[in-house]
């Protein structure tokens, strides 16, 4: 199985600070990654799919990038709305696999 | 509009099946997969198997033994069956169109006596 290790697991930023969560995988998987929020008793939120495909509807100050292992999420500007746990994913080849989540607060 | 729903009993017993059915509307099992995740309380999300739009099945590898995924796609309804069901199985189900970006609101199942 694919092992997802995301970084960090807690993070702390001042509003209109540029935010970055990375999630490696324990080997190539094409591009098949996709970050998702979780705010506080809600559903996940797809954020970004395949990488760097921002989903219809979510600001555009959230972007993503990476290739191979390597993966980056980022968030421009942080808004206090932006407040949540951030997952990734791997859907490369099954069984799919979530990163352990990093959590997003406001300083 | 694309939903999914949720649905099964909040309380099992240990060592008892679960069995959890998700309701889809807005689009066809034949042409899209269906996945549930799951969430312990307080903790990450684990994604548990899916079914595809052609009926195969793929399983998370620790729950491959009692773990089984069907659907009946007349009704457009997904089911998960899990059986021996321990403490740690507690948590949020969450059915899934992944490819799509659409999750159900999830249902909480706590194992207890």
């Known amino acids: 199985d694919i092992q997802m290790t995301q970084s960090p697991s807690f993070l702390s930023a001042t ?39 921002l989903q219809t509807g979510i600001p555009s100050r959230f972007s993503g990038s990476g290739s191979g292992t390597d993966y980056t999420l980022t968030i421009s500007s942080l808004q206090p709305e932006d407040v949540a746990t951030y997952f990734c994913l791997q859907h490369n080849s099954g069984p799919f696999t979530f990163g352990s989540g990093t959590k997003l607060e406001i300083k | 509009q694309v939903q ?9 017993q240990p060592s008892q099946t679960l069995s959890l059915t998700c309701t889809v509307s807005g689009f066809s099992l034949t042409s899209n997969s269906v996945h549930w995740v799951r969430q312990p309380p307080g903790k990450g999300l684990e994604w548990v198997g899916a079914i595809w739009s052609g009926g195969s099945t793929d399983y998370n590898s620790a729950l491959k033994s009692r773990l089984s995924i069907s659907r009946d796609t007349s009704k457009s309804q ?9 403490t740690e199985d507690t948590a949020i189900y969450f059915c899934t169109s992944l490819g799509r970006g659409y999750w159900g609101q999830g249902v909480m199942v706590t194992v207890s006596s």
């Not at chain 1, 490696?24 to 760097?52: D, F, H, M, V």
């Not at chain 2, 999914?4 to 099992?12: A, F």
């Open chain 1, 15 to 53: 509003v209109g600070d540029r935010v970055t969560i990375n999630c490696k995988a324990s080997q190539n998987i094409n591009k098949y990654l996709n970050w998702y929020q979780q705010k506080l008793g809600e559903a996940p939120k797809r954020l970004i799919y395949n990488t760097n495909s």
């Open chain 2, 4 to 12: 999914l729903k949720e649905s099964g009993p909040g309380l099992v």
């Open chain 2, 78 to 86: 997904v089911f998960l069956k899990m059986n021996s069901l321990q």
